[in-house]
């Protein structure tokens, strides 16, 4: 099992510029998140969903966008790149009966 | 709004001590809260939970203590090793089906453990 799998690992863009991480999981997980990491701050959640379909806004939804049209795949969406997105974003997925998140290992951003 | 908190940035113990890592919550709805650990460059992992109902999970050398009239829970680490030095996050959730289990993270505790 591959688990949770992000890419690209690394990223850097200029301001106002578009992309899309990608996320996929293999755990038919129903539930996906996606956090971000700035120093200090502990995980932010932005966005989640609880299955196909469905998405909800998290704590810091601001200048992104999510998509869920398969139980396995929620890719995030930056629209206009800002130097306040520079950050480390983690895509988790979880269900009902599980202990806890499965995470990937990261996407590095840094917007300049 | 910090609804979990961890107060110490950073912990250092020597090898085969205990680990004494603390966490704060302010949200009474909280009813289920774990702790996950992270090295550089990686994702979180799972290490250990509880359940509000509980006052103690225990898991290896891993022990998670819950006081929840003090809203306060810690992990304790022992005997520590130098393989345990990462990033401790403290989390917690409400676990309500349409939530779908979000979790709200703590800042962090890195912990470094000397040989």
């Known amino acids: 099992n591959a688990g949770v799998t992000q890419t690209p690992k690394f990223r850097i863009l200029k301001i106002g510029q578009s992309m899309t991480l990608q996320c996929t999981q293999d755990?038919?997980?129903?539930?996906m998140y996606w956090y971000r990491q700035d120093p200090g701050m502990g995980l932010k959640l932005i966005y989640y969903?609880?299955?196909?379909?469905?998405?909800d806004k998290g704590e810091v939804p601001n200048g992104y966008n999510v998509s869920r049209s398969t139980t396995e795949d929620f890719p995030l969406r930056l629209e206009l790149a800002a130097p306040s997105q520079t950050s480390v974003y983690f895509c988790?997925?979880?269900?009902?009966?599980?202990?806890?998140?499965?995470f990937g290992s990261g996407t590095r951003l840094t917007v300049v | 709004d910090q609804q979990v908190k961890q107060n110490s940035p950073s912990l250092s113990v020597q090898e085969g001590r205990i680990s004494i890592l603390n966490c704060d919550y302010t949200?009474?709805?909280?009813?289920?809260f774990l702790w996950y650990k992270k090295y550089p460059a990686e994702g979180p992992t799972f290490l250990i939970s509880?359940?509000?109902?509980?006052d103690k999970n225990e898991d290896g050398r891993f022990t998670v203590f819950l006081n929840k009239s003090a809203k306060h829970l810690s992990l304790h680490i022992v005997p520590s090793q130098p393989g345990d030095s990462a990033v401790y996050f403290c989390?917690?959730?409400?676990?309500?089906?349409?939530?779908?289990?979000?979790?709200?993270f703590g800042e962090g505790t890195q912990l470094t453990v000397n040989p």
């Open positions: 988790a997925s979880s269900c009902p009966a599980c202990s806890g998140y499965t």
């Open positions: 755990m038919n997980h129903n539930y």
């Open positions: 969903s609880v299955g196909a379909g469905i998405t």
């Open positions: 949200n009474s709805m909280f009813d289920y």
């Open positions: 509880i359940s509000s109902i509980k």
């Open positions: 989390a917690a959730s409400d676990r309500a089906e349409t939530s779908g289990s979000r979790l709200t």
